[in-house]
């Protein structure tokens, strides 16, 4: 259609120029223009029927691999090897009911009566020929429960030692693992085991490696020699498992001075990070001053648990202040990409030391987004006394976060600063019971008069509306801290409720000895009709130490009635007293 269009059109155009004379030779134009227009009409129809053509995948051929012949699985057994008619006929009923189930068919019920005999310990000795036999078990859950009841009921049985010896070469880990700490379990002291142990020092796994060092280290001293000497191999794997028995050796007092500090200093330069960790971790046990210097570049270690462990270190170990480890905890704490509970510790850390160039840096943490941390410097703020710290730790009390006010209430207490006492009055009436007993603690630690009053309200209030005041103890024992003629009105409220235990009616009863005798005479002598002979005779020893003459009658009282013999012997003593001044 388009190819007759297209040559319509040629005639008329060279119609035209014929008849105008533009055109010598009619023909030869005529047919060249047609061609190219035919050309052109097939190119475009050819590149239309390749667009609309749907593309043909070729399909690969398919490779048939062949099936790589099965490994006979070494793991071929249901149960032991020796017949059930071998079972002795003597054998506890109960022992022979879980040896017989050790033969089911069921791999579950073979799990379970290897369970069985693990929680029956020695009294199971009678299983052990049969268990021994089970080493090559088809299930892996009944494998990891053998090893685990030979060591439990094989105590100081030397026949365990060669089938844990197979056990702890199993191709599952958690029969491997359970067969080195059947070794501790069965207490077996013995060169084979030692031999046995070292051979699994290079285990692929984490969880069995531990089990090893933690067996081996039970041999004591025997093993020490192959232990440090298996640190020098250029297995990293078989270092790790060394310096992880030489911190079990270091944890048991038996066997903790077999590990020498200069033997763990070399551990801490080892190029593996596992080793450092596991020598670091010795040095929980370690009581000496020059570690403390050496720990400094543990700070900057590449792995993250070094660097906790060696804060830690200084945190819970430290007498005194190491400047030289202050910067590197700083830049540790600042460390936002450093771990969230590395950095907490940090700031421990530098509040054991008290240096302070840490006083800002701990400041600035108050507002770190990670809120563990920032309880965690509030607290470490309660060790500088130092006035820069106050007004940020004020501006706490208003946090959402019920710790954190509570925390921070409590490190205001400890700094004393009056700044804080109406702050600390406001807080009073915050809704978490924990967070306004803080506050009122605080208030008594800083003693400051102006805290008085508003805890006295607080009694009254709930001795009117009826409510028990042991729920205020927190208030009242604030109020024993200071000296007012207002208080000992408040105390007897306390002293007559009768929900208010004795040992807290007991520091009332103290506190009140610190005032003049007129404002407590009535409070004391009425107490001698509590019910609790607790709070008579903390009431009656306070009156010894008045010896005031209003004292006698009622303590006589005492004597003359049904009181018990303790109370009665108290009187007796407090007339002395008196009668002598």
């Given at each position: ?411 205001l207490g400890a700094h004393?600063?009056p700044r804080s006492v ?84 007991g520091s009332v009863l ?72």
């Amino acid at each position: 259609m388009r190819l007759r269009r297209a040559i319509a059109v040629m005639c008329v155009i060279f119609a035209a120029l014929y008849m105008t004379g533009c055109v010598k030779d009619l023909k030869k134009t005529f047919n060249e223009e047609l061609n190219k227009a035919a050309k052109k009409e097939v190119e475009k129809e050819q590149e239309t029927a390749k667009a609309e053509t749907p593309k043909v995948e070729k399909k690969k051929p398919i490779v048939t691999k062949k099936a790589e012949p099965k490994v006979p699985s070494k793991y071929t057994q249901k149960g032991p090897t020796i017949g059930k008619e071998t079972i002795p006929a003597d054998t506890d009923p109960i022992i022979k009911k879980y040896i017989e189930g050790l033969y089911d068919d069921d791999k579950g019920k073979r799990r379970q009566a290897a369970y069985d005999l693990k929680n029956q310990r020695v009294k199971g000795a009678a299983a052990i020929p049969f268990l021994v036999t089970m080493t090559l078990d088809e299930d892996e859950g009944v494998r990891r429960l053998v090893a685990e009841a030979l060591g439990a009921i094989g105590v100081g049985d030397a026949s365990i030692i060669e089938p844990l010896s197979i056990l702890i070469k199993d191709d599952f880990y958690n029969a491997r693992m359970n067969a080195a700490t059947s070794f501790i379990s069965a207490k077996l002291l013995d060169p084979k085991v030692i031999d046995i142990l070292m051979g699994s020092f290079d285990d692929e796994n984490k969880f069995v490696r531990d089990a090893v060092g933690a067996a081996i280290s039970r041999q004591g001293e025997p093993a020490i020699a192959p232990v440090i000497n298996a640190l020098k191999s250029e297995n990293n794997l078989v270092r790790t498992t060394a310096a992880s028995a030489l911190y079990s050796f270091k944890q048991n007092k038996k066997t903790t001075d077999l590990v020498s500090t200069d033997l763990l200093i070399s551990a801490l330069k080892d190029d593996f990070a596992d080793v450092r960790y596991w020598a670091s971790m010795s040095f929980s046990k370690v009581d000496e001053d020059r570690v403390f210097d050496l720990f400094v570049d543990l700070l900057r270690d590449e792995d993250k648990r070094v660097r906790s462990i060696a804060a830690g270190l200084y945190r819970d170990k430290a007498r005194k202040n190491y400047p030289l480890a202050v910067e590197p905890l700083i830049s540790m704490l600042k460390n936002k990409d450093e771990d969230k509970g590395t950095r907490g510790t940090a700031a421990g850390a530098l509040s054991t030391l008290k240096d302070p160039r840490a006083l800002e840096p701990l400041i600035a943490t108050l507002n770190d987004p990670e809120l563990r941390l920032r309880k965690t410097a509030i607290q470490s703020l309660k060790k500088f006394n130092d006035p820069k710290a106050v007004e940020p730790l004020i501006a706490l009390l208003g946090d959402p976060d019920d710790n954190i006010r509570m925390l921070s209430a409590e490190t205001l207490g400890a700094h004393k600063d009056p700044r804080s006492v109406e702050p600390l009055i406001k807080l009073l009436g915050d809704k978490n019971r924990y967070v306004f007993e803080t506050a009122a603690t605080s208030l008594g630690i800083i003693g400051d008069p102006r805290g008085i009053e508003p805890l006295i309200n607080i009694i009254k209030a709930d001795a009117a509306a009826g409510k028990k005041l042991m729920e205020k103890d927190k208030v009242f024992s604030a109020l024993t801290k200071f000296i007012d003629p207002r208080i000992p009105e408040v105390f007897a409220l306390v002293l007559k409720d009768e929900s208010v235990k004795s040992y807290k009616k007991g520091s009332v009863l103290d506190a009140l000895s610190k005032y003049e005798v007129d404002l407590v005479a009535d409070i004391l002598i009425d107490t001698l009709n509590d019910k609790d002979n607790s709070a008579k005779i903390r009431a009656i020893d306070t009156m010894g130490k008045f010896a005031d003459a209003r004292f006698i009658k009622p303590l006589e009282d005492i004597n003359n009635g049904d009181a018990t013999s303790l109370v009665k012997t108290k009187a007796t003593e407090a007339l002395k007293k008196i009668n002598s001044k």
